[in-house]
């Protein structure tokens, strides 16, 4: 099922009664879940609803969720009549054609041109009836997104997989080198010594000890391990049912540690060269992992 991508897009439907409420989910990359609700108006209230729905679904990513009400709506506004107001109008102008003897009659024409006889009322949605249509709608987008967040993610991991069996082959270049550069550095060490106390009288076994101790400083072996599990633990999260794109990073960070260390140990020019495209396959990879969720 996982790593999923944060990139994805899902539409859903769900219909009753002649409406359609349709939901389109959009997702990109983000630390956190970071969502932005759209919808009409009169439905605001749903809103928490919603996020609560969709942060069961998705662990971080920028999400946009919009909803659109199609078909006949339960919420169209509707004319009123004003009756009471009708009829204080009514008996006004009764009261001014009689009391200025004015021929003529109080006709509809008259009475509809008087403010607030008759008004356009928006209708109060029952909510919480609506939400089992929005709530459908939401479910079908977010399972639409998902299959396409997954597919994406698929794609991901062999992407990774494939970076890291190349790290891995560069980890394994060193590796295989370690003996030979360490009797390199014994003797380029006893050579710089001997040079350095040329004419004193040392006992040369003594020298010999500290010319090891100074040579095992610069042993890779701890660092060569530890990348070693570094890289088992990440091809294990690749292979996790859970979110993994915040361990798969911090992971990184040590990948990036182990070989900034091994490289500042070993002053070797062919080493050195490796280390540069060690960090190179390190960055790729963490330009990746951006967008597993």
């Known amino acids: 099922m996982r790593p999923r991508s944060m990139t994805g897009f899902g539409r ?3 219909s009753d009664g002649g409406r359609t409420w349709v939901a389109e989910v959009r997702t990109v990359n983000h630390r956190f879940l970071d969502q932005r609700v759209i919808l009409p108006r009169l439905f605001a209230a749903l809103e928490e609803p919603v996020k609560k729905k969709v942060a069961a679904a998705l662990d971080r990513g920028r999400v946009d969720i919009t909803f659109s009400l199609q078909g006949v709506s339960t919420v169209e506004p509707q004319l009123v009549v004003n009756e009471s107001v009708a009829r204080q109008y009514h008996r006004c102008l009764r009261q001014l ?3 200025f003897e004015l ?3 109080v006709t509809l024409k008259d009475m509809l041109t008087l403010r607030d006889v008759v008004s356009l009322e928006e209708q109060r949605p029952d909510v919480d009836a609506e939400w089992q249509l929005i709530a459908g709608a939401l479910d079908a987008a977010l399972k639409d997104c998902d299959v396409m967040r997954e597919k994406e993610g698929h794609a991901l991991q062999q992407d990774l997989l ?3 069996a190349k790290f891995e082959a560069i980890v394994g270049r060193i590796e295989a080198r370690i003996p030979e550069l360490q009797q390199q550095r014994q003797a380029d060490l006893r050579l710089r010594v001997g040079k350095l106390l040329e004419g004193l009288d040392l006992d040369p076994i003594r020298l010999a000890q500290e010319t090891a101790i100074m040579a ?4 890779v072996t ?3 391990t530890r990348l070693g599990s570094h890289m088992g633990q990440f091809r294990s999260f690749l ?3 859970e979110p993994v794109g915040r361990r798969l990073d911090f992971l990184l960070q040590e990948f990036l540690r182990e070989v900034n260390t091994l490289s500042s140990k070993i002053s070797n020019a062919g080493i050195a060269h490796l280390g540069v495209e060690m960090k190179n396959e390190i960055e790729k990879l963490r ?3 951006q967008n597993i969720e």
């Open 12 to 14: 859903g439907e769900a």
């Open 97 to 99: 054609i009689a009391d």
């Open 103 to 105: 021929d003529a009659e």
């Open 162 to 164: 494939g970076r890291l």
């Open 216 to 219: 095992d400083k610069s042993d």
């Open 222 to 224: 701890e660092e060569i």
């Open 239 to 241: 292979a996790s049912d």
């Open 287 to 289: 330009e990746q992992v």
